[in-house]
T-cell receptor, first 113, second 113 residues
Framework: NAGVTQTPKFQVLKTGQSMTLQCAQDMNHNSMYWYRQDPGMGLRLIYYSASEGTTDKGEVPNGYNVSRLNKREFSLRLESAAPSQTSVYFC????????????FGPGTRLTVT | GEDVEQSLFLSVREGDSSVINCTYTDSSSTYLYWYKQEPGAGLQLLTYIFSNMDMKQDQRLTVLLNKKDKHLSLRIADTQTGDSAIYFCAESMRGAGANNLFFGTGTRLTVIP
């Protein structure tokens, strides 16, 4: 099992450009999440998907859109990138029951100039 | 609301014990977690504690939970250089979205040889 994978690992965008961050999990998990990590601010939830076919806003959704393409894949789109979106983006997934542990991908480091 | 706080930095000498502290505000938390993030990597679950427990021990790790004071701590015994990382506490509340996690700011532990 690869767990949670994310592409790309690094990306540099110019202000106004668009891009999609990809995430996939092979653990048959129902719930998937997108976070951003900024120094001194921990992880903040952007969007989540409780199950295939549903998506909901998290704490900081402005400037982002998501698609839960199928049970495995959950993508994050920046339509018009801004310097404030420079961050490290993490995708995570979680199965049903248990201790609600989330499994994280390795992250995408995005710089917007 | 959810507000999870940690101090940002901690330095200890190799072989000493490290204690990382966390306070949270929501008393309806069901599980509390400690995640570890090594440089350039995603988060990995270190340990967790159910909210009806006071203490959990797992090899060199001891988690203490004081529900009255809403205080969580992680003690690492015999700290090694490989323990240098950022440690995040997080809480999960039943019914919060897809059992969403709320993360603290992270504590960067530096182990001095």
């Amino acid at each position: 099992n690869a767990g949670v994978t994310q592409t790309p690992k690094f990306q540099v965008l110019k202000t106004g450009q668009s891009m999609t961050l990809q995430c996939a999990q092979d653990m048959n998990h129902n719930s998937m999440y997108w976070y951003r990590q900024d120094p001194g601010m921990g992880l903040r939830l952007i969007y989540y998907s409780a199950s295939e076919g549903t998506t909901d806003k998290g704490e900081v959704p402005n400037g982002y859109n998501v698609s839960r393409l199928n049970k495995r894949e959950f993508s994050l789109r920046l339509e018009s990138a801004a310097p404030s979106q420079t961050s490290v983006y993490f995708c995570a997934s979680r199965g049903i029951g248990g201790n609600y542990e989330q499994y994280f991908g390795p992250g995408t480091r995005l710089t917007v100039t | 609301g959810e507000d999870v706080e940690q101090s940002l930095f901690l330095s200890v000498r190799e072989g000493d014990s490290s204690v990382i502290n966390c306070t949270y505000t929501d008393s309806s938390s069901t599980y509390l977690y400690w995640y570890k993030q090594e440089p350039g990597a995603g988060l990995q679950l270190l340990t967790y504690i159910f909210s009806n427990m006071d203490m959990k021990q797992d090899q060199r790790l001891t988690v203490l939970l004081n529900k009255k004071d809403k205080h969580l701590s992680l003690r690492i015994a015999d700290t090694q250089t490989g323990d240098s990382a950022i440690y995040f506490c997080a809480e999960s509340m039943r019914g919060a979205g897809a059992n969403n996690l709320f993360f603290g700011t992270g504590t960067r532990l530096t182990v001095i040889p």
